[in-house]
Nanobody, 128 residues
Framework: QVQLVESGGGLVQPGGSLRLSCVAS????????IGWFRQAPGKEREGVSCIFSGSGTTYYTNSVKGRFTISRDVAKNTVYLQMNSLKAEDTAVYYC?????????????????????WGQGTQVTVSS
């Protein structure tokens, strides 16, 4: 059974850092494209970052470039999202998502509809 479990969220002051983890079970993470998304209250879910299977090529949305870093540890079957210099506008529920490499739809790794599997989310709140 494919399962994704996020953790690492919490309350942090502006300028602070958090590292989110997405632990995969039931499948080999490096065979899947993994995306991080976030959804703030009243807003649509948006793609934040993703990492492609195999090559490990990464993508970041403009608003987090230079502040967030996505990485994976194949041995731990875990993808991380290191978030630095956090801002109030980063406040959201963060989700990780997965799609098997041969099932890519070609919509774009930052598109919600590209993914087949989702975690339950972890809350990130940036506030003083």
């Amino acid at each position: 059974q494919v399962q994704l479990v996020e953790s690492g969220g919490g309350l942090v002051q502006p300028g602070g850092s958090l590292r989110l983890s997405c632990v995969a079970s039931g499948f080999r993470l490096d065979y899947y494209d993994i995306g991080w998304f976030r959804q703030a209250p009243g807003k649509e879910r948006e793609g934040v970052s993703c990492i492609f299977s195999g090559s490990g090529t990464t993508y970041y949305t403009n608003s987090v470039k230079g502040r967030f870093t996505i990485s994976r540890d194949v041995a731990k079957n875990t993808v991380y999202l290191q978030m630095n210099s956090l801002k109030a506008e980063d406040t959201a529920v963060y989700y990780c998502a997965a799609v098997y490499r041969s099932r890519r739809r070609g919509i774009g790794c930052n598109a919600v509809t590209e993914y087949d599997y989702w975690g339950q989310g972890t809350q990130v709140t940036v506030s003083s």
